[in-house]
């Protein structure tokens, strides 16, 4: 539902920015402020579901991921927006903590990395799905449909996740929670990010940049400082002496950077350079996720049988070649082009992403 809402948003872009007359540095944020939150959010909601239960933080993510939702289509102006789609990231952020913690805790070893597959094919039809949607609920309907679509959906799952979702172990060891140290990551992150986002505009040289990313740099190192110290910290940076852990992390990392610049930036280039309509843009966009979807499980099942090290690392380099291929494109090119370099770039990110997360 989370990788759907994200598709379809991205597709949307272009028509929000022609409707709330606003430049496409600021109609960004719809997108910005949903990443942002996420990544602010997910370890701090990861260890509220080590404390309180995986389950049932997993059930309230459906919750807020509806409100957030119904707020986004009733949204007449873009901050009222934002912020629904601030909502929309923390029941994202809930859904995704705990998604593959879950099915970690399910399947044994032998078999996680199928298991991993799966999710990531079940991940790739919501990208896969969501352009094709999004353009003909945007050029239909227009944009406030595209997130009425995530209520039925929400609905679905919440039920669903009642009658089949493992029920929580009675937590015995009642652990304090580590507010100074998510007070100061949140602020440091999204304080970095935020001016990171802004850096071009305002100019890498301006003392409120510079000022801003070394003063977002003191929280969080004060953040390190504090776990380090802390008997029950937020986030364990023991993990990363395990060199799986570390390398995985740091190569996801990498690969989600790329994701997020085609997903962003694809859709103005074929409906305001190549003037592809939203329909056409979005049955374009899916040629990555449908690759993606046919991969993922395949790669899975895969290092479950020869490891994940070749895998990733072939994936890696075949996502850097169609990352490179797609700056190749000129201002004429047909969809079926756009859609042949947009497939070898998901042939990449399947290829990699189920290895990756299953040697997490």
């Known amino acids: 539902m989370s990788t759907l809402d994200g598709s379809i948003a991205n597709v949307a872009l272009p028509t929000i920015a022609t409707e709330m007359r606003m430049p496409l540095h600021v109609v960004q944020w719809v997108l910005t402020a949903y990443l942002l939150t996420i990544s602010a959010t997910l370890p701090i909601v990861g260890k509220l579901s080590d404390l309180y239960g995986r389950t049932r933080v997993y059930q309230i993510g459906f919750l807020i991921f509806i409100i957030g939702s119904a707020g986004c289509g009733l ?142 740099l003191f929280l969080l190192t004060l953040f390190y400082v504090q776990e380090k110290r802390s008997a029950y910290p937020m986030l364990d940076f023991s993990l990363y002496r395990i060199r799986a852990f570390a390398f995985g992390n740091m190569a996801a990392f990498l690969s989600f950077i790329s994701l997020f610049f085609v997903g962003v930036m694809m859709p103005f280039y074929m409906q305001n350079v190549l003037g592809f309509s939203p329909e056409v843009t979005g049955y374009t966009m899916m040629a990555q996720p449908l690759t993606m979807a046919i991969i993922a499980p395949l790669s899975g099942w895969l290092s479950d049988k020869i490891g994940p090290s070749f895998l990733t690392t072939v994936g890696l380099l075949m996502n850097a070649l169609g990352f490179f291929l797609l700056n190749t494109l000129t201002t004429h090119e047909s969809p079926w082009m756009v859609a042949l370099h947009l497939a070898l770039f998901g042939l990449g990110s399947g290829m990699f992403q189920s290895p990756n997360n299953a040697s997490i």
Request: glycine fraction near 16%; hydrophobic fraction near 45%.
């Open 75 to 216: 949204s007449q102006s873009l901050g009222l927006l934002i912020f629904s789609r601030i909502l929309q990231a923390i029941g994202a952020s809930c859904l995704m903590s705990n998604s593959q913690a879950i099915i970690a805790y399910t399947f044994a070893r032998g078999g996680r990395g199928q298991a991993m597959g799966i999710i990531g094919t079940i991940v790739s039809l919501g990208s896969l799905t969501g352009p094709g949607i999004g353009g003909i609920l945007v050029g239909n309907l227009g944009w406030p449909s595209i997130f009425w679509i995530n209520i039925p959906i929400g609905i679905l799952g919440f039920i669903a996740g009642i009658f089949i979702l493992p029920k929580d172990k009675k937590n015995t060891v009642k652990e304090p929670f580590d507010y100074l140290g998510s007070s100061l990551f949140i602020t440091g992150m999204i304080s970095l990010l935020y001016m990171l986002s802004n850096a071009q505009e305002w100019g890498w040289s301006s003392p409120l940049v510079l000022s801003g990313i070394g003063g977002s």
